[in-house]
């Protein structure tokens, strides 16, 4: 089964730090981009970040430019945010998605993991 | 950055009947660079459309996209209770990429 599950979230201090995880199954990771995107209760989609298969392009919101920072680790088929100096306004629930190979939208996402700034 | 601007904002329907969605964008989508989404509530969002009007494995062909450059469309041709929910059109062809504000679809 494809599958992308999101950990790491949690209750955190504004101008802490915290780093979430995309364990991917299912697929062969290493061929496909990944992204970030995250979406306050009742609210839109805004997207994050983004990488591709070999990290050679990497894609930031001018939202989060500076702090957070997108990895990937192909051999654990594992992606990563890390996010550094955050914010009340970064309190959301945050997905990772998979893209479709070039021109493709992003057809698998997970579940998401709930980050709340708070102090 | 591109601006997604959807309308309706909420559209209200019966099943059965035929939905236009619609999404402008402020420059012109790069090589129909657009997808439309479904997300119902508690519930990752769901690929529909990719590349304006190619439809994603699974997806009924009740559901179609068209348009290019600035306006695009979903059209969903004959409404069944399960297509009541959020829909979100997206631009990944420029980055940053960006989403619209979304148009919400209710049961009349």
């Known amino acids: 089964e494809v599958q992308l599950v999101e950990s790491g979230g949690g209750l955190v201090q504004p101008g802490r730090s915290l780093r979430l995880s995309c364990a991917a199954s299912g697929f062969k990771f290493d061929d496909y981009a990944m992204h970030w995107v995250r979406q306050v209760p009742g609210k839109g989609l805004e997207w994050v970040s983004g990488i591709s298969w070999n990290s050679g392009s990497i894609g930031y919101a001018d939202s989060v430019k500076g702090r957070f920072t997108i990895s990937r680790d192909n051999a654990k088929k594992s992606l990563y945010l890390e996010m550094n100096s955050l914010r009340a306004e970064d309190t959301a629930l945050y997905y990772c998605?998979?893209?479709?190979?070039?021109?493709?939208?992003?057809?698998?996402w997970g579940q998401g993991t709930t980050v709340t700034v708070s102090s | 950055e591109i601006v997604l601007t959807q309308s309706p904002g909420t559209l209200s329907l019966s099943p059965g009947e035929r939905a236009t969605l619609s999404c402008r964008a402020s420059?012109?989508?790069?090589?129909?660079?657009l997808a439309w989404y479904q997300q119902k509530p508690g519930q990752a969002p769901r690929l529909l459309i990719y590349g304006a009007f190619v439809r994603a494995t699974g997806i009924p062909d009740r559901f179609s996209g068209s348009g290019s450059g600035t306006d695009f469309t979903l059209t969903i041709s004959r409404l069944e209770p399960e297509d009541f929910a959020v829909y979100y059109c997206q631009q990944y062809g420029r980055s940053p990429i960006t989403f619209g504000q979304g148009t919400r679809l209710e049961i009349k």
């Open positions: 420059q012109s989508v790069s090589s129909s660079f």
């Open positions: 998605a998979k893209e479709i190979a070039a021109a493709g939208g992003w057809d698998v």
